[in-house]
Nanobody, 114 residues
Framework: QVQLVESGGGLVQAGGSLRLSCVAS????????MGWYRQAPGKQRELVAR???????DYADSVKGRFTISRDNAKNTVYLQMNSLNAEDTGVYYC????????WGQGTQVTVSS
């Protein structure tokens, strides 16, 4: 079983920055990709960013140029640096690991005040 533990969420003013972290642990596993989804109030969950082990990354159009995803493969950790945050970025951010199956973290709240 794989566990994902997120950290780094919180309350920030519009224009500010936050850095999310997610550490994967548990039984030996293979990782195809790690990334982040988010769910805003009243909206569907959406992919924010994803980084494949081969190095390819993809971002939601709404965060391109503002968010950066990175991974530390030795630590099984994925980060999401979020800059120029706005109210539309508010939501619960979930860490996701694509391996032999898809694993989800519990989520961390990000609230951007305008």
């Amino acid at each position: 079983q794989v566990q994902l533990v997120e950290s780094g969420g919180g309350l920030v003013q519009a224009g500010g920055s936050l850095r999310l972290s997610c550490v994967a642990s548990g039984s030996p596993f293979s990782i195809n990709a790690m990334g982040w989804y988010r769910q805003a109030p009243g909206k569907q969950r959406e992919l924010v960013a994803r980084k494949f082990s081969a190095g390819i990354t993809d971002y939601a159009d709404s965060v391109k140029g503002r968010f950066t995803i990175s991974r530390d493969n030795a630590k099984n950790t994925v980060y999401l640096q979020m800059n120029s945050l706005n109210a539309e970025d508010t939501g619960v951010y979930y860490c996701v690991l694509w391996g032999r199956r898809v694993y989800w973290g519990q989520g961390t709240q990000v609230t951007v005040s305008s």
